[in-house]
């Protein structure tokens, strides 16, 4: 009782915290487009887009690292893996983001023999390409003068720890640069999260994250100044401009899940209180069934309700779906986002050693969201448990 009385007063400071931000991140339609980094929006994990931005409170594991990095304070032993996207395919410009990601927990062995959880260290990285773009200029407007190619990245480093049974915490710090072959713009930005479970089998929970938190990022470089000719003389100038700054689009999302659980073989006939005292949790269910809902402010678009909703057979099969709708937009012409809501995406869960050696899987990964134009985003990933 005192630990469930512990626990309810530090959610709610939490929640006191985090609270005064939905007031200063409050989803502003006149201010969209005025935020820059726009890539740090992007969720570029198959798994954790199959059902939009509903998972913040679900999502554990290696994906967590954009959904809400305390889910990353679940990883067993070691996660890495991989994630292509096809950035609306049907624009035929070839954008394809690339992402890699890798967790590691971290015990220190005790004089005692024993272990201490010192937390999960991960890193992770993200690219986005948009092909080669002809040059122009005002003489030459239909190009002929060869490509340029920019590119939109962030490299993340994150931290996450399980305080106690209920409450896990995580931060990342991200390093952001956007660029082209003379001009580029660099930054920092910081995400934090919280995760909370109740109930007998860890099926409640309720996330809180806060994204993108960082100073205004500016553009120097060659690609700002210009040589001329100072008028009726045959002296030549650099003139340079100086580029103004831009915001990062920083967010705060709040969301919350529950798990209907199935139990199966074994388990099947045990009371309640028996799988209770051995110690079972929603990932020894036979099937699962997740409803998850969440609420994203954001500092410089409308505010985004989702819905989304997850059925697991074990651990070997998961097929999921989700819906965002915009704040104050009932009609496809009103949105701010290319996305039109609905997502879906389905995980395939491949063992690597025999259940009595341990838990290593191969995750193979697809997801998919529905856009206005464009044919939409696929999402393939490839993850490895440990």
Same mark, same amino acid.
């Given at each position: 009782? #005192?630990?469930?009385? =512990?626990?309810? &007063?530090?959610?709610?400071?939490?929640?006191?915290?985090?609270?005064?931000?939905?007031?200063?991140?409050?989803?502003?339609?006149?201010?969209?487009?005025? +935020?820059? +980094?726009?890539?740090l929006l992007i969720d570029p994990f198959a798994r954790s887009s199959g059902w939009g931005t509903a998972g913040v409170a679900e999502i554990r594991g290696m994906e967590a690292i954009f959904s809400n990095i305390a889910g990353v304070a679940f990883v067993n032993k070691t996660e890495f893996g991989f994630s292509r996207t096809q950035y609306l395919v049907g624009s035929g410009t070839g954008i394809g983001i690339n992402s890699f990601a890798v967790a590691q927990h971290l015990t220190l062995k005790g004089k005692d023999g024993g272990k201490r959880d010192l937390g999960v260290l991960a890193l992770s990285v993200f690219t986005m390409g948009f092909g080669d773009i002809q040059i122009t200029t005002v003489d030459q407007p239909?190009?002929?003068?060869?490509?340029?190619?920019?590119?939109?990245?962030? $490299?993340?480093?994150?931290?996450?720890?399980?305080?106690? %049974?209920?409450?896990?915490?995580?931060?990342?710090?991200?390093? $952001?640069?956007?660029?082209?072959?003379?001009?580029? *713009?660099?930054?920092?930005?910081?995400?934090?999260?919280? %995760?909370?479970?109740? @109930?007998?089998?860890?099926?409640? #929970? &309720?996330? !809180?994250?806060? =994204?993108?938190?960082?100073?205004?990022?500016?553009?120097?470089?060659?690609?700002?100044?210009? /040589?001329?000719?100072?008028?009726?003389?045959?002296?030549?100038?650099?003139?340079?401009?100086?580029? *103004?700054?831009?915001?990062?689009?920083?967010?705060?999302?709040?969301?919350?899940?529950?798990?209907?659980?199935?139990?199966? @073989?074994?388990?099947?006939?045990?009371?309640?209180?028996?799988? =209770?005292?051995?110690?079972?949790? /929603?990932?020894? *269910?036979?099937?699962? &069934?997740?409803?998850? *809902?969440?609420?994203? +402010?954001?500092?410089?678009?409308?505010? !985004?309700?989702?819905?989304?909703?997850?059925?697991?057979?074990?651990?070997?099969?998961?097929?999921?779906?989700?819906?965002?709708?915009?704040?104050?937009?009932?009609?496809?012409?009103?949105?701010?986002?290319?996305?039109?809501?609905?997502?879906?995406?389905?995980?395939?869960?491949?063992?690597?050693?025999?259940?009595?050696?341990?838990?290593?899987?191969?995750?193979?990964?697809? @997801?998919?969201?529905?856009?206005?134009?464009? =044919?939409?985003?696929?999402? &393939?990933?490839?993850?490895?448990?440990?």
């Amino acid at each position: 009782m #005192k630990k469930i009385y =512990k626990n309810t &007063i530090i959610i709610t400071l939490i929640s006191i915290l985090f609270l005064p931000s939905f007031q200063l991140l409050a989803g502003n339609r006149d201010r969209s487009g005025q +935020a820059g +980094a726009q890539h740090l929006l992007i969720d570029p994990f198959a798994r954790s887009s199959g059902w939009g931005t509903a998972g913040v409170a679900e999502i554990r594991g290696m994906e967590a690292i954009f959904s809400n990095i305390a889910g990353v304070a679940f990883v067993n032993k070691t996660e890495f893996g991989f994630s292509r996207t096809q950035y609306l395919v049907g624009s035929g410009t070839g954008i394809g983001i690339n992402s890699f990601a890798v967790a590691q927990h971290l015990t220190l062995k005790g004089k005692d023999g024993g272990k201490r959880d010192l937390g999960v260290l991960a890193l992770s990285v993200f690219t986005m390409g948009f092909g080669d773009i002809q040059i122009t200029t005002v003489d030459q407007p239909e190009g002929g003068m060869g490509t340029f190619s920019p590119n939109l990245m962030y $490299i993340g480093l994150s931290y996450a720890k399980t305080f106690n %049974q209920f409450i896990h915490g995580g931060v990342t710090v991200k390093l $952001i640069n956007e660029s082209i072959s003379d001009c580029s *713009a660099t930054g920092f930005a910081i995400d934090a999260g919280v %995760q909370y479970l109740a @109930g007998d089998f860890e099926h409640f #929970k &309720i996330g !809180i994250t806060m =994204k993108n938190v960082g100073l205004p990022m500016s553009y120097r470089g060659d690609g700002l100044s210009v /040589r001329g000719v100072v008028n009726k003389t045959d002296h030549e100038l650099t003139l340079e401009q100086r580029s *103004a700054e831009y915001e990062m689009p920083s967010l705060l999302t709040l969301g919350a899940s529950y798990d209907f659980l199935i139990w199966g @073989g074994e388990y099947k006939e045990m009371s309640k209180v028996d799988r =209770k005292d051995e110690g079972l949790t /929603r990932d020894d *269910a036979l099937h699962r &069934i997740t409803v998850a *809902a969440s609420f994203t +402010a954001n500092s410089f678009s409308t505010d !985004i309700f989702a819905l989304g909703v997850e059925y697991g057979f074990s651990t070997y099969f998961m097929i999921r779906a989700g819906y965002n709708l915009e704040g104050g937009v009932l009609s496809k012409g009103g949105t701010t986002t290319w996305y039109s809501g609905p997502a879906a995406g389905v995980s395939l869960g491949i063992p690597l050693v025999p259940k009595s050696k341990g838990t290593s899987r191969l995750l193979l990964d697809y @997801g998919y969201r529905f856009t206005n134009r464009w =044919k939409g985003n696929h999402y &393939i990933g490839l993850k490895v448990e440990l």
